[in-house]
């Protein structure tokens, strides 16, 4: 399976920060309610963390998270 080639995931795996976006991406399509509520608050944490390291923009984390917690709500 070839995915999509992102250059910022790549440094960030090359880095040793692993890819926090595919794991979120992947969380959206994968996990069920209940699961996504008892890991959601970690996802929460790492989606700030790496924005505050400056890998993704406060814009695009806010993203993230706001598409996690819609895929909780539905």
């Known amino acids: 399976n070839l995915e999509p080639f992102h250059p910022k995931r ?3 795996r090359i880095l040793g920060m692993g890819d926090i976006l595919s794991i ?3 969380a ?8 996504a509520e008892k890991v959601f ?5 790492m989606v700030d963390q790496i ?6 923009h406060k ?3 806010n993203n ?3 598409r996690l917690a819609q895929h909780l709500n539905k």
């Open 10 to 12: 790549m440094a960030s």
């Open 24 to 26: 979120v991406e992947e």
């Open 28 to 35: 959206e399509r994968k996990l069920d309610k209940k699961e």
């Open 41 to 45: 608050p970690d996802v929460i944490k």
């Open 51 to 56: 924005c505050s390291k400056g890998i993704i």
């Open 59 to 61: 814009n695009k984390a």
């Open 64 to 66: 993230k998270k706001s």
